[in-house]
């Protein structure tokens, strides 16, 4: 902020032929016709007496034909949903040019792939948690080891059916698909510039929370050259809309909390996924993310606004076979 310091028949089994009999004595029937051209025994010879038991109805035979025969494939059970974990360790490096403005350090996450989810069909979740203790500096001044917290929900349909790319999964263990997904994803970041950066000027808390349209593309891999290598991953994601919010108020003097809203933004992502021991996939990656200036907005004694920003994150993933 420029005002600021931090911020998824059988046909029926033979029926046994009945022979229908009046209620009373009478002479033997002649030849059923229907049995003769070929019609069903379940639609004998009109007979002038009215037969008192006239046989199993056709739809009870029919039920029970569709009870003996085997299961069809729709009515096969789902596949039991796959979960999957992973750890990372990153290194984030967030900075606001125009102000010579930084946030960098390590991060630690968490993440959870679900896929074949009941009643969801073929969508794929995928859900990210990231906290870090990262230092910040601008031209006021320095804050060390500030704290910051990023979460991801992500939501993937594939485009391509998934036989399209040979039914391949991007790993042995990996649960995930080759092909091409969309979806949506929906990213919050926060962080905690509280502090007194040098006298006369203190940070504050950052909230900027944000929604993306995404593609991810995945490949499954088997070379020679490297046989540990089992598939490459690419993310594309364009911003839909974003808002940072400034707890300006916590500083005092009049300022109040201000809420900027970002008009654009991208990021892309690649990531690679290589085997190591015990079905342990390994997965560094690298992503970039940039977004544009804000609107101007009063905040009490002056407007203000985000300037244009961008992230880099390096880290990698440990993740272990889904169950």
């Known amino acids: 902020m420029k005002s600021h310091p931090a911020r998824q028949d059988r046909a029926p089994g033979t029926l046994r032929t009945m022979r229908f009999f009046a209620p009373t004595p009478a002479p033997t029937l002649a030849p ?4 003769r051209s070929g019609r069903s025994a379940l639609h004998p010879a009109r007979h002038p007496r009215k037969a008192a038991f006239a046989g199993p109805h056709p739809a009870a035979l029919a039920v029970l034909a569709w009870a003996l025969s ?33 946030l960098k ?40 080891r500030r704290r910051t917290l990023d979460t991801r929900w992500h939501a993937l349909y594939p485009l391509l059916p998934e036989g399209s790319a040979q039914g391949q999964h991007s790993g042995p263990n990996s649960g995930q698909h080759s092909g091409l997904y969309a979806g949506l994803a929906l990213q ?11 006298p006369g000027v203190e940070g504050y808390e950052r909230l900027n929370r944000s929604s993306w349209l995404t593609a991810q593309w995945r490949q499954s891999l088997k070379l020679d050259a490297l046989p540990r ?11 839909l809309d974003g808002r940072q919010t400034s707890y300006l108020s916590q500083v005092g003097g009049g300022w109040r909390d201000a809420t900027n809203k970002q008009p654009w933004g991208w990021q892309v992502q690649l990531q690679s996924t290589w085997t190591a021991e015990r079905g342990l996939l390994l997965e560094p990656f690298v992503r970039y993310t940039q977004v544009g200036h804000s609107d101007t907005v ?11 920003n961008s992230r880099w994150q390096l880290g990698l993933k440990a993740t272990w076979p889904p169950y």
């Open 32 to 35: 059923n016709p229907a049995l």
């Open 70 to 102: 085997p299961a069809p494939l729709w009515a096969q059970a789902e596949p039991a949903a796959r979960l999957q974990w992973s750890s990372s360790a990153a290194y984030s490096h967030y900075r606001e040019p125009s102000i010579g403005m930084h």
């Open 105 to 144: 350090g390590p991060e630690l996450g968490v993440h959870l792939r679900l896929s074949d989810l009941r009643g969801l069909g073929r969508l794929k979740l995928e859900v990210d948690l990231l906290g870090g203790a990262q230092n910040y500096s601008s031209a006021d001044g320095q804050l060390e």
């Open 188 to 198: 919050s970041s926060y962080s905690d510039l509280r502090g007194v950066v040098r």
């Open 229 to 239: 290598l089992q598939g490459l991953q690419l993310d594309l994601g364009h911003l």
């Open 298 to 308: 009063i905040a009490g004694p002056k407007a203000v606004s985000e300037p244009a």
